[in-house]
């Protein structure tokens, strides 16, 4: 009787403590959706502070964000990067102008530069790490992407290197030049996507096998060429992911 009862208690707590690991997942599944809702908010709000001529509103929105967050970091690493993608799918589906997006871009541009010496701290004045060459073809106009990447990467104890529309003849000067341990190309739409494939053939032909070459780059798979998986090691958005590749 006594081994019935005991396997019959084990049975009830077995069910109750089932019940509360359900209970504290639903609440953890409600918080999750709940901070994606909040920053979405502040997304659209921080997107709307940008656009604003409002120079006061942009500064003062800014300033809470670093307040609630407690940090500049999200700044750089969330809010920047994931604004100027909207600005673009914006212009995209004509929502806004073109001017309207270089204004953006511009501010954006400005918010880096503002913030990236308080982001770094100590390591602002820091070149150590491995080398790493991130490069925008001389066809890319936005290189708001590859800074920040840049900003973060060095942030995350890697030494970036970029080079904004340099020639192929200056490029090979330069790779020569250092042991870079990772290869970054970025694309920012189709037009620059063509010059990073041609960039990246001539990179496998005098890289080792095993430096990592990765390309920046947000389309969807569906319009990938076929050969630009066969070139690089990795797509990304996101500059962890590509220091990540460095052995």
């Known amino acids: 009787m006594g081994g019935h009862n005991l396997i019959h208690s084990t049975s009830e707590e077995s069910e109750k403590l089932s019940l509360a690991i359900f209970a504290l997942s639903e609440v953890a599944t409600k918080k999750i959706t709940s901070e994606k809702i909040c920053f979405q908010n502040e997304l659209d709000i921080f997107c709307n502070a940008i656009l604003s001529r409002d120079d006061e509103f942009q500064t003062q929105f800014i300033n809470d964000l670093c307040h609630k967050h407690n940090s500049t970091d999200p700044i ?19 929502r806004i102008s073109f001017l309207d997006v270089s ?25 150590k790490g491995p080398p790493v060459l991130l490069i925008l073809p001389q066809s890319e106009t936005h290189s708001l992407g590859i800074i ?29 030049s250092i042991d ?12 620059s996507l063509d010059e990073c494939i041609q ?3 001539k990179l496998r032909k005098i ?11 947000g389309l969807q798979d569906s319009v990938y060429k076929p050969e630009i998986k066969k070139i ?15 052995k």
Request: proline letters at 5%.
């Open 232 to 246: 690089f090691t990795k797509i990304t958005k996101d500059p962890l992911e590509a220091i990540n590749l460095i």
């Open 103 to 127: 204004f953006g871009v511009d501010r954006l541009q400005k918010l880096v530069r503002i913030y990236e010496k308080k982001y770094l701290g100590p390591l602002y004045h820091d070149y």
């Open 207 to 217: 890289i080792k096998p095993e430096i990592p070459l990765v390309l920046g780059y």
């Open 148 to 176: 920040t990447a840049s900003i973060i990467m060095k942030k995350n104890g890697v030494n970036p290197f970029v080079a904004l529309g340099y020639s192929q003849e200056k490029l090979m000067d330069l790779i020569n």
């Open 76 to 94: 750089l690493e969330q809010f920047i990067p994931e604004v100027a993608e909207k600005l673009g799918q914006m212009w995209k589906d004509d």
């Open 199 to 201: 960039i990246g053939k």
């Open 180 to 191: 870079f341990q990772l290869f970054g190309l970025s694309a920012s739409c189709c037009n």
